[in-house]
């Protein structure tokens, strides 16, 4: 079993940033394929950005690309995402998630752990 604890959020004015930190327990997650989502309000969830088992291979949605910054310490068991430029149009609650399936990075359905979120903010 992955436990996952997401924290780094709240809120931040338009045009700043905040870093997210995603910390597992339970088993290493170093061979793993991580990643970020997020979830608005009447919206369905979506997948962030992700990142390989060794960091090789990074996805990041079109909406934030430029903007964010997915990273990972295997040593330390932990998954960040640096957001930068942020818009109101990033407010969701962030969740982490671990594929320990395979090493798939951008198929959605192999994300089988999930942290409890995290809220971000944005005010315009």
């Known amino acids: 079993q992955v436990q996952l604890v997401e924290s780094g959020g709240g809120l931040v004015q338009a045009g700043g940033s905040l870093r997210l930190s995603c910390a597992a327990s339970g088993r290493t997650v170093s061979g793993s394929a991580m990643a970020w989502f997020r979830q608005a309000p009447g919206k369905e969830r979506e997948i962030v950005a992700a990142?390989?088992?060794?960091?090789?291979?990074?996805y990041y949605a079109d909406s934030v690309k430029g903007r964010f910054t997915i990273s990972r310490d295997n040593a330390k068991n932990t998954v960040d995402l640096q957001m930068n430029s942020l818009k109101p149009e990033d407010t969701a609650v962030y969740y982490c998630?671990?594929?320990?399936?395979?090493?798939?990075?951008?198929?959605?359905?192999?994300?089988?752990?999930w942290g409890q979120g995290t809220q971000v903010t944005v005010s315009s």
């Open positions: 998630a671990a594929n320990t399936i395979n090493t798939e990075v951008v198929v959605t359905t192999f994300y089988k752990y």
């Open positions: 990142i390989s088992w060794d960091a090789g291979v990074t």
